[in-house]
């Protein structure tokens, strides 16, 4: 296969819809990855702290997931849901095991479980009170997909801008504001859906306080919460699931991108009173908890349940925070540090992209999001040596952009 750079720059052009703005000078043509590396058609070394945004928890080529998922590959690729398979299963009872739900539906993506719990809200909802209770409110700066029900749940304009016209029903309260919440809360609203703390839209982590109240406000107005752990989930916080910090669980809760250690695979989890209003032929997926990606599942939760992982990720977490809130201190152009666990955000100056620029120019691969937050992701596998490095060459290229 082609690995030269201009070859693979040209056709990717010919074929490939343009709908991810690469700049066509700078990105690199990834050919191979482990752990926290990932290597180029050159054989140059880029230290990842995005982990292909959120998916690469585990790092790249876990071993345990390419063990997993390659004994599965050998022995069955696909049946559809029509039929039983043991790594649905086994991964269905891990997960139920470890949360607080007792349900589980399988689906491709983050945008497929958020649509899943979308249309079982309404349902629920449905079956209870009738059709005219179908409204999901969501919070202002939230992301929950492209879909056009997702998008549309999304709480930013620009990505619904241009796909109207949009699903009716949801409407967008700022985080952390539960007077606004309070307020919007109808007869007509069946649902309220939250990150517990916003990824794209920079590394805002809901208060306590306000997550208890909502809490309490849909039991007493019998709607449902739901949590989108899409990107906060598996262990990126450094607990199972970001909610876990809280103490203040959802009757539904979606999972996606780390789920499958770098396979697709979602999934949509709830109690046994919301899945009771799904019946056979309401919802399906014909990838959804496919056996290679199941199996990889399986893998990456075993890993993460490990004595001592996830106090190791909060130790190394704690630490990189630390260096970074030291770097805040020595510079004027970052303003402050945001975070929770390995899920961080730097308050920057204006300068994001120039920052993304040129730490990439440096090797290190780290995200953008608007012109004034930087959005780190690191593998939860990442060594202190390597978060060193990282370190080091933020403060020189932050530095230089001072000088």
Do not use: W
């Amino acid at each position: 296969m082609f690995k030269d750079y201009d070859k693979i720059k040209e056709l990717e052009s010919s074929y490939i819809i343009n709908t991810y703005g690469r700049n066509p000078e700078k990105t690199p043509l990834f050919v191979e990855g482990k752990g926290c590396i990932l290597h180029d058609e050159e054989g140059n070394e880029y230290l990842d702290l995005l982990s292909g945004l959120g998916v690469n928890n585990l790092g790249h080529s876990h071993p345990g997931v390419v063990e997993a998922a390659t004994k599965q590959m050998n022995k069955l690729l696909h049946t559809s849901n029509l039929y039983y398979t043991v790594p649905q299963v086994e991964l269905s009872k891990l997960l139920i095991e470890n949360s607080f739900a007792d349900k589980v539906f399988f689906a491709n993506s983050g945008a497929e479980s958020n649509e899943a719990a979308i249309k079982l809200a309404r349902k629920y909802s449905e079956l209870k009170y009738g059709e005219n209770r179908k409204k999901i409110i969501t919070v202002k700066k939230s992301f929950h997909g492209r879909t056009l029900a997702t998008l549309t749940a999304t709480g930013q304009e620009k990505v619904r801008k241009g796909f109207g016209p949009l699903p009716e029903g949801f409407s967008y309260v700022p985080l952390n504001d539960i007077d606004a919440l309070k307020k919007e809360v109808d007869d007509k609203t069946c649902a309220v859906m939250i990150e517990p703390i916003l990824g794209e839209g920079g590394v805002h982590p809901c208060e306590k306080d306000y997550l208890e109240q909502a809490k309490e406000l849909c039991k007493e107005k019998d709607i449902l919460l739901i949590y989108d752990e899409i990107q906060t989930g598996m262990g990126r916080t450094a607990k199972l699931f970001a909610h876990e910090h809280y103490g203040v669980t959802p009757d539904v809760m979606t999972l996606a991108k780390a789920l499958g250690g770098g396979l697709p695979i979602g999934a949509m989890l709830c109690t046994d009173e919301v899945a009771k209003s799904f019946s056979p032929g309401d919802h399906a997926s014909t990838f959804g908890g496919n056996p290679v990606a199941a199996e990889a599942g399986v893998a990456v939760v075993n890993t993460l349940l490990e004595d001592g992982f996830l106090e190791n990720v909060q130790e190394k977490s704690s630490y990189f925070v630390k260096e970074l809130e030291e770097l805040a201190l020595n510079y004027s152009s970052v303003q402050g540090v945001r975070h929770k666990g390995m899920m961080i955000a730097l308050q920057v100056d204006g300068c994001a992209g120039e920052i993304l620029g040129e730490c990439l120019s440096k090797r290190l691969l780290i995200n953008a999001i608007g012109d004034s937050t930087i959005r780190l992701l690191p593998p939860l596998v990442i060594e202190k040596n390597q978060i060193d490095i990282a370190l080091g060459i933020l403060e020189n290229v932050i530095a230089d952009i001072e000088s």
